[in-house]
């Protein structure tokens, strides 16, 4: 099976369409649900969640990474893929629903047990669609999976909804995960085209248990360093500085979050197809974190000049003391915006095992920085996350940059105009509320005044200095380019 190459505007656009609305829909479905459940109900899920999300990481062993960075598949591999995806996923269930006693005894919560049981159910539904949403991203038919997945996740929220209005409690907010899992596993199945047949070969499975074994190994040494932070905090600070922490970790998380998990899911099956030119994807990468430079840079350097009316307007008084948090942490976020996209890199290039490498190099530098920034409180550990990433950022981008055939100067040629046009203007939102904002103005005013002052300046900047670079995005937008 021949991969069918794509477009990486309209793969960005439709990935893009397909996260704003699943978040967009998840947002209005727990607010409606928020007036209808009582706290509780989200804090039982919270718990459950924890043991699932850990799950959810191993569910398909890596496997749809594989199908989508191969260059020709077999139907012999994808039937494989198949049969072992079901496999993992009935065992992954069944596995969450034996120790769910054992999970609410820990968490002293013993209606977590029932929650668990219905959540086991979402891996076997899960794993038998994850092959066919593979080959869907292989072939950068992501407008099927827009509609396919917004379609899903408006059933699972009105689902949920109609539930909770009945009476059913907390259990409504699990049939909102189990129909929106199901629904879009039977659509991937039904656009997909492709049926799997019964043929299982050792052979094609052992063949690429190196690259998504590796993947997997990643993603689990990848989710315990991130997670280290909050631990040691609960645990030595109390649960008063985790919640400032993880509100202030939150605002600088969210978005980048969604905006790197919308690039690496539309650039992965391009970088993939062009694998065996590592100095085309090489050029093309640069292109993406330039991209990413533009936005985030202003994102992140603006939300540290305004961090503090920010926090009071959108938080409230109470959480006053997120604000020097979010001073380490908004920096930190432009670098995890630029380093979060070199595991797409490596994956299309085969090399999940450096990947897997550099995760436990890393990882042993963040747990050090939280150990080292813990007496200095939750901000001592921002700080130190802060220095952390400093170090990583610079491995993790040497290393992936070593294989297509560019250099960490390359990338600050790339960068160095909007990240400094960013600068300038934090530098002004700053200068600008200390001379001209009045000291006693409210919070609401100052960011009213302060936001779009910024976003002139920066705009201005960039017209300036970069016009070649808003040029071309304008024939991106345009998809001209």
Known sequence: MTRKSGSAISNFQWAAAAQIGRVGLSLIGITILARILPTSDFGL????????????????????????????????LLDTVFWSNVLFGVLLGGIVALTSPLTARAFHEPAIQPLLMYLSLAFPLGSSGAPHLALLERGSRFRSIAIIEIF??????????????????????????????????ILFWAVSGWRPTGHWSRAE??????????????????????????????????????????????????????????????????FSGQQHNPALIGRNYLRVLQFICVITAPMMFGLWSVREPFVLVVLGEKWRASSPIIGWLAPTGFLQSVVSTTGTVLIATGKTWLMRNL??????????????????????????????????????????????????????????????????????IVA??????????????????????????????????ARDIVAEMRAVILKKA
């Open 432 to 465: 600008t509320g200390n001379l001209i904002v009045p000291a006693d103005a409210s919070a609401v005013l100052k960011l009213v005044c302060l936001v779009p002052v910024g976003a002139v300046i920066y705009c201005v900047l960039l017209m300036v200095g």
């Open 359 to 428: 995760g436990m190099v890393c990882a042993v530098i963040y747990v050090l920085s939280f150990v080292i920034g813990l007496p200095n409180g939750a901000v001592g550990v921002a700080r130190a996350y802060f220095a952390a990433n400093l170090v990583t950022s610079a491995i993790y981008l040497h290393y992936t940059l070593a294989q297509v055939d560019r250099r960490l100067i390359d990338v600050a040629a790339t960068l160095w105009r909007p990240l400094l046009a960013a600068m300038i203007m934090s530098a002004l």
């Open 45 to 76: 899920l919270a718990m459950a969640t924890i043991v699932t999300n850990f799950a959810s990481i191993i569910r398909d062993m890596g496997t749809s990474a594989a199908v989508i960075q191969r260059s020709e598949l077999s139907n012999e």
């Open 152 to 185: 899903s996740t408006t059933c699972g929220v009105v689902t949920g909804v109609v539930a909770a209005m009945h009476g059913a409690g907390v259990v409504s907010l699990v049939l909102q995960t189990l129909i929106g899992t199901a629904l879009s596993s």
């Open 205 to 270: 499975l052992l063949g690429i248990l190196g690259f998504s074994g590796n993947l997997v190994g990643f993603n689990i040494i990848n989710y315990f360093s991130r997670n280290a932070d909050g631990m040691l905090i609960g645990r030595v600070l109390g649960p008063v500085e985790l919640g400032v922490y993880n509100i202030a970790y939150r605002i600088m998380l969210f978005p980048l979050q969604n905006l790197t998990f919308v690039l690496n899911r539309a650039f992965l099956p391009i």
